[in-house]
């Protein structure tokens, strides 16, 4: 079929315009899974990362469905990030991760005990696999320990079940009970006796 000059105009005009106005998929924007504790205290401390564009609260790694902070026996605490992978990478990520729980405490972090609060590191593709290996590596160098002697697990994700809205930027909205929580739990004080001047940081690894 042979089109006209006319014909080729208005067809060229019509893709321009779809290309214009077309929804753009950033392809830089990636998702993370974190168990650490408590999610009052993982979101907060990880939603403050440059390049960060959301931390939610919520569960997961139970058959339960929908669970809830009243029933989510099975779940754990975690936090889902979304980020620019561009402005922060997932390894940058996954070092702050570290440095903001207890790496030795495979029973709960801090003042909470229990399966809901154990460590775990929820991967989301190969790659976030290889790269959540290799900083159980590189944490457990820096502490000069083995591995053998790190509590956190490394697993692929599961279902991530949002938390209650009142759990959602709780430290934001109730400033004073949760730095009154935190502070009872000692959370920063073992985070320095256990990282030193590292604590809470995404610098190299040592």
Same mark, same amino acid.
């Given at each position: 079929?042979i089109?006209?000059?006319?014909?080729?105009?208005?067809?060229?005009s019509l893709?321009?315009?779809?290309l214009?106005f077309?929804p753009?998929?950033n392809?830089?924007?990636?998702?993370?899974i974190?168990?650490?504790?408590?999610f009052?205290c993982l #979101? =907060? +401390?990880?939603? !403050?990362l440059?390049?960060?564009? @959301?931390?939610e609260s919520?569960?997961?790694?139970? $058959? *339960?469905?929908?669970?809830?902070?009243a029933?989510h026996?099975?779940?754990k605490?975690a936090?889902?990030?979304?980020?620019?992978?561009?402005?922060?990478?997932?390894?940058k990520?996954?070092?702050?991760?570290?440095?903001n729980?207890?790496?030795?405490?495979?029973?709960?972090?801090?003042?909470?005990?229990g399966?809901?609060?154990?460590?775990?590191?929820?991967?989301?593709?190969e790659?976030? #696999? =290889? +790269?959540?290996? !290799?900083?159980?590596?590189?944490? @457990?160098?820096e502490l000069?320990?083995s591995?053998? $002697? *790190?509590?956190?697990n490394?697993?692929?994700a599961?279902?991530?079940?949002l938390?209650?809205?009142?759990?959602?930027?709780?430290?934001k909205?109730?400033p004073?009970?949760?730095n009154f929580?935190?502070?009872s739990?000692?959370?920063?004080?073992?985070?320095?006796?256990?990282?030193?001047?590292?604590?809470k940081?995404?610098?190299?690894?040592?």
């Open positions: 079929m089109f006209s000059f006319f014909q080729k105009s208005v067809f060229l893709v321009c315009a779809f214009l077309a753009k998929v392809a830089s924007v990636d998702n993370a974190f168990a650490g504790g408590c009052w #979101e =907060h +401390d990880l939603e !403050e440059n390049g960060i564009l @959301s931390v919520g569960y997961i790694g139970g $058959e *339960i469905q929908k669970p809830t902070y029933n026996k099975g779940h605490e936090v889902q990030v979304t980020f620019d992978s561009q402005k922060i990478s997932y390894k990520l996954l070092r702050s991760y570290w440095r729980i207890d790496p030795f405490d495979s029973k709960g972090q801090f003042c909470d005990r399966d809901s609060y154990r460590p775990v590191i929820y991967f989301l593709s790659s976030q #696999e =290889h +790269d959540a290996k !290799e900083s159980l590596y590189q944490a @457990s160098k000069s320990v591995k053998e $002697e *790190i509590g956190v490394l697993q692929p599961g279902i991530f079940w938390a209650e809205d009142y759990h959602q930027d709780f430290a909205k109730n004073i009970k949760y929580y935190r502070s739990c000692r959370r920063d004080k073992r985070l320095k006796e256990v990282w030193i001047e590292n604590a940081k995404g610098i190299g690894w040592n």
